[in-house]
């Protein structure tokens, strides 16, 4: 292939893809590559100085940053799109619910870190990173209101600050408790100039908790959501030594920087899903589709080079190999999970949702006993396929339902 023709290709190929996702699904993914980035940064960091055993412990964190990201949002995301506030209204109710959620999230924060760390050292360290959870909160709704007033180039302020904060960390940081710390200070940061730049209309209380009732129907769905993603991870935390829950830990940084391209695309049509009553349903999974043949081919080829010249880790690239399988099916189940609550189907959500919960309790300790890291890895990818066919007969009705009326 000429040079010619390849510069084509890769055009033709930017053209497609910057379509598909839009202006604002492209801001919200150039917030998000940022934040992807910023998380590489990190785990090279954690690697080239504290070993995989501080990754390790970085993962458990994880585990409590998701999930309290989706208990402190409250399930905004999902019902602000689907009231008749002004944007000033919407800011004043979410940043009100928002501040209310500060002290739930520092319950959680406390108990999950005692109970995972394994000594006062590991507690502190754990607790600091899981108060990213919080954080990311107050970032997804900030990016929801961003996205319904058409201002998305400013979702990428707290990821660029953090990205500043954990430089800072690298060069003057002694500890790991250290570094979690100038991350969580550069991401508070970003946050408060967000909030700081938004306008105000004084709301009553009586509507604020009548909007945090609202979205908390939402919320169980996304906690069982978080819970089957998590549970996965929580149990490999029993179940692994820290460093071989460390590779693991890398081996799905890799698959979520792979996915986030499609979840952004596809967060950015929710609201468009919502109005039009999934007209552009098709044409968004047909995107999704190509974004995940995309990223299945840059996973394969970006995790050589991590795992043999940054991490060096000769299984690395071998497990990430696998995982890439998963992509196109988490891609999909992904959108299907869009059109269902789009669709307001919160109990089918949640029948799902259960479904995983009990495929992952029958399917991980199996594979981890039987093949330890390496069963991590087949459990998540037949996971994830299985995922995909439950996912995919939950929204059938839904979709089908809708071509109807559309041809009526």
Not at 48 to 69: E, H, Q
Not at 179 to 186: E, K, Q, R, T
Not at 299 to 327: E, N, R, T
Not at 362 to 378: H, K, N, T
Request: net charge positive; glycine share 8%; hydrophobic share 50%.
């Amino acid at each position: 292939m000429s040079s010619a023709s390849e510069f084509s290709f890769v055009r033709k190929y930017y053209e497609k893809y910057s379509r598909a996702l839009g202006k604002d699904g492209g801001c919200l993914l150039l917030g998000k590559i940022i934040q992807m980035g910023n998380g590489f940064l990190v785990s090279v960091y954690l690697v080239k100085t504290f070993g995989l055993g501080a990754v390790g412990t970085y993962t458990i964190a994880s585990i409590a940053t998701s999930a309290i990201a989706f208990i402190c949002s409250f399930g905004l995301s999902n019902s602000m799109p689907r009231d008749n506030f002004s944007n000033a209204q919407r800011n004043t109710i979410s940043l009100a619910i928002l501040t209310l959620a500060v002290p739930l999230a520092a319950l959680l924060i406390g108990g999950y870190a005692w109970m995972m760390g394994h000594d006062f050292q590991e507690i502190t360290e754990i607790a600091v990173f899981s108060a990213a959870g919080d954080l990311f909160a107050q970032s997804n709704i900030v990016n929801t209101l961003l996205l319904l007033q058409g201002r998305t180039r400013l979702s990428v302020v707290p990821p660029l600050l953090n990205c500043a904060g954990i430089l800072l960390g690298m060069v003057s940081a002694e500890t790991l408790f250290q570094f979690g710390m100038m991350f969580i200070a550069s991401r508070l940061l970003g946050n408060v100039l967000l909030f700081i730049n938004m306008q105000y209309e004084p709301v009553g209380w009586s509507v604020i908790l009548q909007q945090a009732k609202k979205g908390a129907k939402f919320l169980p769905m996304d906690l069982m959501s978080q819970f089957s993603e998590q549970l996965v991870s929580f149990m490999l935390a029993i179940l692994l030594p820290r460093t071989e829950l460390g590779i693991f830990g890398l081996c799905r940084q890799v698959v979520y920087a792979a996915i986030t391209p499609g979840w952004s695309h596809v967060d950015a049509s929710y609201p468009q899903f919502v109005s039009s009553r999934l007209e552009n349903a098709d044409s968004v999974k047909k995107q999704n589709r190509a974004l995940s043949n995309l990223a299945t081919v840059l996973v394969i080829c970006g995790s050589f080079v991590l795992g043999i010249f940054v991490y060096k880790i000769p299984q690395f690239w071998f497990m990430c190999i696998l995982l890439a399988f998963s992509i196109p099916s988490r891609y999909l189940g992904y959108f299907y999970d869009k059109i269902l609550r789009s669709a307001g189907q919160v109990k089918t959500c949640n029948y799902v949702t259960f479904a995983r919960i009990c495929l992952s309790m029958a399917i991980f300790p199996i594979f981890v006993l039987s093949f330890q890291l390496w069963g991590a890895i087949l459990g998540w990818v037949l996971l994830s396929l299985l995922s995909l066919i439950l996912w995919q007969r939950a929204a059938r009705p839904v979709l089908e339902k809708e071509t109807i009326a559309a041809v009526i």
